[in-house]
């Protein structure tokens, strides 16, 4: 029998090999330690795996409780078709912090051992609690589709149970599940920004600052719409799964607000410290500080806000891709680059950090896949709309 050579998508094919070349990096890791498979070192302790996988990682996969609150205590139905594909990425995206975490600790087996012994002026430990919790959360949130699968095969060992029970449980602690996702997500998201309060010497001034905690969780907030409009765009691409156009519009909007009031915040603090002449002189760190302001935040206010671009399908995923930039280099900038090295020290990623990066990256965007093939991602489709 001939085999149909186009049965597999290249794209598939490729995020395969990707997360192949990550998997035996993975085994070379366990295998020769840390010091063989990154350029990490007691001068630089924290690599691109925190930089990218944690930080970025962590703030990236806020569409979940972000959509969750909008569309479930704020009622506002119109986001409904958005929230079940966010809360799907927000849980790969924790799963996967899990598991770069699991590769970046330097004795991963006892990951476990912050639930029984308990440092509760940490805020590593805070973090840790919620986001295991959280990531339960996420998946309890995101069973019914899962659930309502299951219950339409009819396979004889698969409809031998009643999935419509365990459907209704859910359904019937839906509320609680979100209220406890968003206060989860507001202490984890806020914690990351406390844990760099314990390096007062080694942050650059332009970002060390009292607030930090809250300013993660502003820009996590304002990330995760965007993430959403990301996404939505080239699921409808693939799956053709169209949004309605008001939707993204809407999104774009409330993003603009809360990138106005990150803004304010930055720029107030700056003040109160007496440090915003440094974003003139503290060269070259004030280009870091100039670069994540400008693309993520000051030119997506003006974007978002222009009603030519919230109509065009085109422009509002542009504009959030730069939202997106914008997060990923502020996470970069706080937790990498600006960053004070120890004397004689230098680290730039070794290409098997970058390798297993990519991997997790490309796991997740399979799974994505499999879930649209397969599970009810969108409880409504609408019509197909020029944009």
């Known amino acids: 029998m001939m085999i149909n050579r186009r049965s597999i998508p290249v794209g598939t094919i490729i995020l395969t090999v990707v997360v192949l070349i990550g998997l035996v990096t993975m085994i070379l890791r366990y295998i020769y330690g840390l010091g063989a498979t990154t350029n990490m070192s007691d001068g630089r302790a924290w690599g691109l795996w925190i930089s990218f996988d944690l930080y970025c990682g962590v703030a990236l996969a806020a569409g979940g409780f972000t959509l969750a609150g909008i569309v479930y205590i704020f009622g506002r ?109 507001t202490l984890h998201q806020s914690s990351l920004g406390s844990m ?52 993204l519009s809407g999104l774009g909007k409330a993003t603009a607000y809360v990138l106005g009031l990150y803004l304010l915040l930055k720029i107030v603090d700056l003040l109160a410290r007496g440090d915003l002449a440094l974003v003139a002189t503290a060269y070259p760190q004030n280009l870091l500080w100039w670069g994540e302001i400008v693309i993520g935040v000051i030119l997506p206010i003006i974007f978002f806000s222009m009603p030519s671009v919230r109509q065009s399908r085109t422009r509002l995923f542009w504009t959030a891709v730069l939202v997106v930039l914008g997060l990923v280099f502020n996470r970069f900038n706080v937790s990498m680059l600006a960053l004070e090295m120890r004397p004689g020290f230098t680290y730039s990623p070794h290409w098997m950090e970058f390798a297993i990066s990519a991997a997790l990256v490309a796991d997740a965007m399979l799974v994505i896949f499999l879930a649209h093939r397969l599970l009810p991602m969108h409880e409504e489709e609408v019509a197909a709309e020029s944009g």
């Not at 995101?142 to 029970?165: C, G, K, T």
């Not at 650059?204 to 820009?219: N, Q, V």
């Not at 990301?230 to 799964?241: M, Y």
Request: aromatic share 14%; glycine share 4%.
């Open 77 to 185: 139905e119109k986001y409904h078709a958005v929230a079940r594909p966010a809360i799907l990425t927000a849980f790969l995206g924790y799963t996967l912090v899990i598991l770069a975490l699991l590769v970046d600790l330097g004795e991963p087996w006892y990951i476990w051992r912050f639930l029984f012994n308990w440092n509760i002026h940490s805020p590593l430990f805070e973090v840790s609690v919620c986001v295991m919790t959280y990531t339960i959360v996420l998946a309890l949130e995101f069973s019914p589709a899962v659930f309502e699968r299951l219950s339409d095969l009819d396979f004889p060992v698969i409809r031998h149970f009643n999935w419509r029970i365990p459907l209704r449980v859910i359904r019937t602690i839906q509320i609680p599940l979100v209220i406890a996702g968003i206060v989860l997500s």
């Open 196 to 247: 760099l309060l314990m390096l007062p010497e080694t942050l650059h001034t332009l970002w060390y600052t009292p607030i930090l905690p809250i300013l993660f969780l502003f820009s996590a907030v304002a990330v995760g719409p965007a993430m959403v409009m990301f996404e939505s765009t080239l699921s409808s691409r693939v799956f053709g799964h169209r949004l309605g156009l008001d939707v």
